[in-house]
Every structure is written in structure tokens, then in C-alpha cells.
């Protein structure tokens, strides 16, 4: 992993402190949860210079297959600026994810925190619609 891959997931990892207990893993993952919605934050480096954070939320899993999750989903359920949903037929039940990828080069910890939270933020809407009932 890059220097600059490893300052933004540092930033990140700080921005998110301020608002989650986080955790690091091995790989230098950032992972925390929120409002029951885990996410994990990963960096990669596309080519020089341009370091590139993803955030990728587990939003629901095991709904129930009587439930048309993928028509909510389509049809604009938490829908944002701010991630790409998607379903999954699961074995027990539809599982859906949201994930975000951004540039994060030149972000701030104030700016971070921001991006990271409108995205998180969305992951919980979509979670309220898809739970809610």
C-alpha cells in the first residue's frame, strides 16, 4: 500500500472517530458501525498520484424473499448522491450493500468526515426503507 493510500485511511480512520468506534484491520482497513450498518473503509492506489478511498456498507441482509427488495431498490429507496446500491439473492433472504468510491486526495479531516458521513448516512436511510414495516 502507498504512503498516500495510508495518509487517507489515516484521515478517515480520524474523521470517523469523531463520530463511531472504529477499528483497524490487518490490511488497514478502517471498519465501524452505524445505526446498524457496518462499513468498511479501503484504500487503493490507481496509479500515481491518484489515491482513491472506497466505503462500502452492509446495509441489510437475510430480508425476506417475499419482499421485492431489488423493485424498492430500483425504484429509488434511500436513494443519493452518495453510493451505489446493490442486492444480492442470499441463501437465507436478499442482502444489500451500498458502496462509494472517491478520490481522496487533498481531503481534509473535516471534509472526510463529511463524504464519509453523507455516504454512511444514506446506508441508513436505505436500511429504514428497506427494514421499516
Given amino acids: 500500500m502507498s ?3 495510508t495518509d487517507m485511511l489515516g484521515i ?4 470517523l472517530e469523531r463520530f463511531h468506534d472504529v477499528e483497524v484491520d490487518d490490511d488497514g482497513a478502517v471498519t465501524f ?3 446498524g450498518v457496518v ?3 479501503q484504500g487503493l492506489e490507481l496509479e500515481e498520484g491518484l489515491p482513491v478511498l472506497n466505503i462500502t456498507c452492509v446495509v ?3 430480508l425476506p424473499f417475499e419482499t421485492d427488495v431489488p423493485r424498492m431498490v ?3 429507496a434511500g436513494e443519493s448522491l452518495f453510493g ?3 442486492v444480492i439473492r442470499g441463501q437465507k433472504g436478499w442482502d444489500v450493500t451500498l458502496r ?3 478520490p481522496a486526495a487533498g481531503l481534509e479531516e473535516k471534509a472526510m468526515g463529511t463524504l464519509l458521513m453523507l455516504v454512511v448516512g444514506n446506508a441508513s436511510a436505505l436500511r429504514a426503507a428497506l427494514t421499516e414495516g
Fill in 3 to 5: 504512503g498516500a493510500v
Fill in 12 to 15: 478517515a480512520r480520524a474523521a
Fill in 33 to 35: 458501525a452505524h445505526g
Fill in 39 to 41: 462499513c468498511a473503509v
Fill in 60 to 62: 441489510a441482509w437475510d
Fill in 74 to 76: 430500483a425504484l429509488g
Fill in 84 to 86: 451505489t446500491p446493490r
Fill in 100 to 102: 462509494y468510491a472517491f
